[in-house]
């Protein structure tokens, strides 16, 4: 059995399929069901025209966040500490739980703003990748001498307060506070001063107002290549992130997860690149757009008469699964703490304007082959100096798929890491590279992208599973006679270290297994 649960011998999309699709209709968003328009609107910054007054409001409530005092659970950084402590990833409650978490913190700045039709606005990196330059002024700006300018004084003024709640948690948050290896507020300081995660104003983001633009790798992960991609998926799990058995477990992640999201908040750097993150305003333009993409993918199922949530005994154990740490504009806490609650929109009652990815609701439906096949290994140990390499037969229908066109079903590499420190380094994976050759980059058919973890995990062991697509990648190296279909694939692994792991973050990882697939 894997960390998931799923037996080897069983691939994620038959033991997730076996129920029946008619799960679909469960999963209608409220306001399509009984409202024809919702009553907020969250807007793309991307977009001609944007309307710099929902700005101005979120400066406003932003500001009266910072100036609550550290008693108050609606305290700027009180709210951040929700994400700290509870947040999940690498797993298939990592878009409900963030739509709960972004959707009270909107209510929050609604009301302390006083702009009752303030809705969130959306960061539509595939549009626009780079930090927007809006969020480079005032408040949006977490170097903004407004923000707290140093460990020592967060560490000052949060002390005694985050003490306080620490010792009025419920049995509950200290049963999920225990999942991720945290027995004291004593615990979790360790690890936001040791990863770090606070930063001083200098350090606050590593893109900066005179150099906003993503890197290679991060352009690479939120083109609109991958975001077709990450909607592609037929099945919840394989589009959300994959099946745990409770929501600080990281098991694998899907390719939205594992791509844009996981990569924008590591080229962003500074308190983007850890648990956090919600220090910086842009955080939550981000997240809304990651929940903008998951109301897409749901859209499409319904178009097309797919699942939109796990399905059976499954949707079950997924909707139970406990949230325990939201708050409300109020500052107190909300009744709705489970998964299912947040299922749907529901009364957050807001809608997107649309932006990338909204062509594939009306797409044809593809069909998968169902086939997944596991890889041999060679050397399995990776280190900066010492790659890892499988070797996997392409089967047939797999090989047609991918080479027809654009529109079958994406085929996929699954490459399970066993990391020593989660933020010590990234994996780039190459297909059939010529022998000596691992400087192919974003735009080599020999480069299928790059692997991040986000954040450093307290006391992870196990093997986590990330979903590499592949069929544009098959089809360059059929087009670059470099796919002979007598030889298996060769898929390599190359470890490269990470510039904010940190001195002591030690340089090994191991890829325990690899297997090819389609969504």
Known sequence: MHGNGIADGVSRRQFLIGSALGAGALALPRWARTQPKPKYLRRNLAKPGFPLRVLASYEKAIKAMLALPPTDPRNWYRNAFIHTLDCPHGNWWFVVWHRGYIGWFERICRDLSGDAEFALPYWDWTAEPRVPASFYDGLLNPAHPDYIASYERFYDLFEGPMNDFWSGMSAGQIAEQKYRHYTSMADVWAQVKGNPMFFDPANARALTKAHPDFDQQTQDAVSMSKLEESLAPIDFVDFGSDQALQHSQMVGFATLEQFPHNQVHNDTGGFMGDFLSPVDPVFFAHHANIDRIWDVWTRKQQAQGGPTLPTGADLTAWSKEPFLFYIDEKGQPVARNTAGDYATIGDFDYGYEAGSGEEVVKAARVRSSNTEVAAKIEPSMLTPDQDATASVKLPPALRAAALRDGRAAPVYVRVYLR?????????????????????????????????????????????????????????????????????????????????????????????????????
């Not at 973890?453 to 590499?468: K, L, M, S």
């Not at 360059?476 to 007598?486: K, N, V, W």
């Open 419 to 519: 990391p020593d420190d989660t933020k010590a380094m990234r994996y780039k994976v190459l297909l059939n590279a010529p022998e000596g050759r691992t400087d192919y980059g974003p735009g080599s058919p020999y480069y299928a992208g790059t692997l991040e973890f986000f954040g450093r995990h307290r006391g992870h062991g196990e093997a986590v599973a990330f979903t590499v697509p592949i069929s544009a990648n098959l089809r360059g190296l059929a087009e670059a006679d470099a796919l002979d279909a007598q030889e298996p694939l060769r898929v390599q692994v190359v470890a490269e270290p990470r510039e904010d792991a940190g001195a002591a973050a030690p340089l090994k990882a191991r890829l325990e297994k690899l297997s090819i697939g389609q969504f």
